[in-house]
């Protein structure tokens, strides 16, 4: 996944696979999803982002599942 923001245009791009695009489809004038073959969410493009999303306040977390977590937790013997 891969998410890139350009400032000069406002624009927010989020790349979720590398898989080719068949299809684009208008969610309303300023959000596009790009879908492979299938049908499955490529990517997505957000024009005018710092109005459609809260873009200075960006964060990332991966949380793990429960099970992860509580193998991480626990030392190996």
């Not at 490529?42 to 459609?52: G, K, N, P, R």
């Not at 599942?65 to 509580?70: E, L, M």
Request: glycine residues 2%.
């Amino acid at each position: 996944m891969e998410v890139k923001y350009f400032q000069d245009t406002d624009t927010l791009l989020v790349n979720f696979t590398d898989r080719e695009i068949v299809e684009t489809r208008d969610l309303n004038e300023n959000i596009l999803v790009e879908l492979d073959k299938e049908g499955n969410l490529v990517s997505m493009t957000v024009e005018h982002a710092t109005e459609q999303a809260n873009i200075g306040d960006f964060s990332f977390q991966h949380v793990m599942r429960q099970q992860q977590k509580s193998q991480a937790a626990s030392p190996s013997v």
